[in-house]
């Protein structure tokens, strides 16, 4: 049995497809990884608000996992009652680009000095703004591939 969908909404059981928006509650106990509950409305969360009676929740936005990429239109009406946390600047993690431990270790063997973890950021983003260079070099010479000269 083969399913082409994600996750069935918690209220209304409708079927949540891949790589498409949903919400959850934003009471902690109610995401829970072992019954975590979704929803694929606001008003479905609404319904799931009314039973639960939660004080000061929201419904936060969130996207399933991805099977295939499709663009999803016409985003729902969002009530922005709550403190959702909604990254509108697109999808692309700000993940820490550098080997924490090898880089600790040249610094140290380098200098003697520590590193503090704040560094680690920081230098990703450097490497961020490099990279997004090299990116826009690549396509100029036509590339699909960054490579060293692009630097
Ligand atoms: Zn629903
Ligand atoms: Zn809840």
Same mark, same amino acid.
């Given at each position: 049995?083969?399913?082409?969908?994600?996750?069935?909404?918690?209220?209304?059981?409708?079927?949540?497809?891949?790589?498409?928006?949903?919400?959850?509650?934003?009471?902690?106990?109610?995401?829970?990884?072992?019954?975590?509950?979704?929803?694929?409305?606001?008003?479905?969360?609404?319904?799931?608000?009314?039973?639960?009676?939660?004080?000061?929740?929201?419904?936060?936005?969130?996207?399933?996992?991805?099977?295939?990429?499709?663009?999803?239109?016409?985003?729902?009406?969002?009530?922005?009652?709550?403190?959702?946390?909604?990254?509108?600047?697109?999808?692309?993690?700000?993940?820490?680009?550098?080997?924490?431990?090898?880089?600790?270790?040249? &610094?140290?063997?380098?200098?003697?000095?520590?590193?503090?973890?704040?560094?680690?950021?920081?230098?990703?983003?450097? &490497?961020?703004?490099?990279?997004?260079?090299?990116?826009?070099?690549?396509?100029?010479?036509?590339?699909?591939?960054?490579?060293?000269?692009?630097?």
């Amino acid at each position: 049995m083969s399913e082409n969908f994600w996750r069935k909404c918690s209220v209304c059981k409708k079927e949540i497809g891949f790589d498409s928006k949903y919400y959850v509650c934003s009471v902690s106990s109610c995401s829970k990884k072992r019954a975590p509950v979704q929803f694929c409305s606001v008003s479905c969360w609404d319904s799931h608000n009314a039973v639960l009676n939660h004080k000061n929740a929201g419904a936060d936005e969130e996207r399933s996992p991805k099977r295939r990429r499709m663009v999803t239109s016409s985003p729902q009406p969002q009530s922005q009652n709550s403190q959702s946390i909604s990254n509108s600047s697109g999808d692309i993690p700000k993940d820490i680009l550098v080997v924490v431990s090898k880089l600790k270790a040249y &610094i140290n063997t380098k200098s003697g000095m520590n590193t503090s973890a704040d560094v680690m950021p920081v230098l990703s983003d450097i &490497i961020r703004v490099e990279c997004d260079k090299a990116i826009e070099s690549a396509k100029r010479s036509g590339r699909k591939t960054v490579m060293a000269r692009d630097f």
